[in-house]
């Protein structure tokens, strides 16, 4: 079995020749400046693996039609939800990603955790420019008022959410400085 390395590079190699392929057919390939084409190789490179850092970072997440179809709802409830502040929704490309510790898993279907909700309105409340990555990064960082655990994790166990509010405002107030 291959290595990720070389997975990696056989992806690439299949993407670039049928991208090639297709510049070289119009023409357009010897009317790019070749160093405008390396950097926009590089950015490609980073745009296509930014997807797997930011799982790693923010952890997983579903995407508003899995959100909509778990909850049952249209995509006008959850866009509502977002605005509402009860949802905390990532930009990604044409859609938006959920981080997953926002729901709790019910028999058969999710339901949205209210909890959410008191913590987004206490990082909109102390810090109104506050964007929803900031709160996605803060929700998978260990907090002392959560014994060391991250916000995600308290929530998923169904913790007080006293504490996590509390872990909000703290760090709802130190970005607004």
């Known amino acids: 079995m291959a290595d990720s390395y070389s997975l990696l590079e056989e992806g690439l190699k299949v993407g670039l020749y049928e991208a090639v392929e297709d510049l070289q057919s119009t023409g357009l390939l010897d009317?790019?400046?070749?160093?405008?084409?390396a950097e926009r190789a590089r950015q490609a490179v980073h745009a296509a693996l930014a997807s797997f850092v930011w799982e790693e970072r923010l952890g997983p997440a579903l995407e508003t039609g899995q959100v909509c179809?778990?909850?049952g709802v249209s995509r006008q409830a959850v866009a509502k939800a977002v605005i509402a502040g009860r949802l905390?929704?990532?930009p990604a490309g044409k859609t938006r990603r959920f981080p997953v510790w926002q729901f709790r898993r019910q028999p058969g279907r999710l339901e949205m955790r209210a909890?959410?909700?008191e913590v987004v309105g206490v990082f909109r409340r102390v810090y109104p420019e506050v964007k929803a990555v900031q709160i996605a990064a803060?929700?998978?960082?260990?907090?002392p008022e959560l014994d060391g655990t991250t916000p995600a994790e308290w929530l998923e166990r169904e913790r007080p959410v006293h504490p996590a509010v509390l872990a909000a405002e703290r760090a709802a107030g130190a970005l607004a400085k």
């Open 31 to 37: 009317r790019i400046d070749p160093d405008q084409l």
């Open 69 to 71: 179809q778990e909850l």
């Open 88 to 90: 905390v929704a990532l």
């Open 115 to 117: 909890e959410v909700a």
């Open 138 to 143: 803060w929700a998978r960082t260990t907090q």
